[in-house]
């Protein structure tokens, strides 16, 4: 069963998770050695509300194919896309609507755990590329998710990424399909300007993580995240460490 409906909360989609491009410079830099002046398109696999993938044209003047299945979060990511190097297109990780060896890079962000086979999404994304091209993946992972702010209030959510694909699964599988491991690289965020903001979203329960909990663990949390901001906590952004993976 799907661990979350998109085609329920796409529409909360931005509100809820979206970075603003000034939040998102630290993955503009970590990820720029892989897709900067790349000839062929990046593959930006699970392409939701666009949120790459509108911006990797101007960051990196490539063009991107977004590959999304739900038709709710197409649509939103067309919406918040004005860039004609980006095209949206119906397809899934495990069905990438795209030619052999057409694709210069993928780009995999807050997806993998969505995957329902990924040694068979491997494989798909290996007949995609050309050989040597990255394959960039942007996640929490288990056993490394001390740098998620979100995880602070709600200790359960965290427990809810120990399901998710390993770093040494994704390894294997992709390593099956014939990459390699490369680099696994925490990368800062800033996620929001400030806790009372981040608590507006967090309200949205719009996460994987938080669908994953009781409701009486998502309660305690919110109650949590109030005694913070009651506390002094509200001012500053709140920063958060995801990891990039990248594989060839
Ligand atoms: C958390 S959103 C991430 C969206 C975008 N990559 C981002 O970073 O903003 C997860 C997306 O993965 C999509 N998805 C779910 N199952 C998928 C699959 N098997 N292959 C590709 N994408 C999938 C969902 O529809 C959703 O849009």
Do not use: C
């Amino acid at each position: 069963m799907a661990r979350i409906d998109y085609a329920k909360i796409a529409g909360d989609y931005a509100q809820a998770r979206g970075l603003t491009e000034g939040g998102l410079a630290g993955w503009r830099e970590a990820v720029r050695p892989y897709l900067g002046g790349l000839a062929l398109p990046v593959v930006d696999v699970g392409s939701g509300a666009g949120q790459f993938a509108a911006l990797f044209p101007s960051w990196f003047g490539v063009q991107v194919v977004g590959v999304e299945p739900s038709a709710a979060m197409r649509a939103e990511a067309v919406a918040n896309t004005s860039d004609a190097r980006v095209t949206y297109l119906h397809g899934d990780a495990q069905h990438l609507p795209l030619a052999d060896l057409s694709a210069g890079a993928a780009w995999i962000s807050t997806v993998i755990h969505h995957i329902p086979n990924l040694p068979a999404a491997a494989a798909e994304i290996r007949r995609v590329l050309t050989p040597g091209a990255p394959v960039l993946i942007r996640s929490a992972f288990p056993g490394r998710t001390g740098g998620v702010s979100l995880f602070r209030f709600f200790p359960e959510a965290a427990k809810v990424v120990e399901t998710f694909p390993s770093i040494e699964q994704v390894e294997q599988d992709f390593g099956a399909a014939g990459f390699r491991l490369e680099r696994v690289e925490p990368v800062v965020q800033v996620s929001v300007q400030s806790l009372r903001e981040f608590r507006t979203r967090v309200a949205l329960r719009a996460d994987t993580t938080l669908r994953g909990i009781t409701d009486e663990a998502f309660a305690a949390g919110l109650a949590r995240l109030d005694t913070a901001i009651l506390g002094g906590e509200a001012e500053g952004p709140v920063i958060d460490l995801l990891d990039l993976v990248v594989l060839r």
